[in-house]
């Protein structure tokens, strides 16, 4: 008979989360549990199709807090994070990347790609580990998960978006 696989910190914490997302009409993006310096995080980034709201936020915290406070999975001590995975959020999981087909990302590589460290186009393609941008001017370039620090959805920032009144109040 084959051991069991012990589970992770972060797999317990997402266990233990899943029926209050359930119940609060919640997805999970991600989870991570970080050390920084001397101190510990573990970090829910959670979502809803209608945007997520601070109330939402805090509903979740409390709920979950309460959970892993009596589970007590984790040993060490560690403050307890939960925000959203923001307008510019990391792609990090198979199921991130089928959802965000055809939106535009930005990429950041380890190492230069024809003296460039970071692309952005529209997100083509996913597949095996595998990814597949559309960069201006027609131009698909395709590379493996590993090769990338970083990939998150693209956001410009123009003002043109927001709603916001000039200085004379025009």
Known sequence: MAAKKKETTTEAAARLAQPVLEELGLTL??????????????RYFIDKEEGLTIQDCEAFSRAVDKLL???DPIPQSYTLEVSSPGIERELTRDWHFEACMGMEITVRFFRPVNGVREFTGTLSGWEDG?????????TEMTFALEEASSIRLYNDYT????DIEDDEGE
């Open 29 to 42: 993006w991600d989870l991570r549990f970080e050390k920084e310096g001397s101190l510990w995080y573990l």
């Open 159 to 162: 003002t043109e978006d927001l």
């Open 69 to 71: 406070d009596e589970a």
């Open 130 to 138: 595998k990814v597949t941008m559309l960069l201006s001017g027609e």
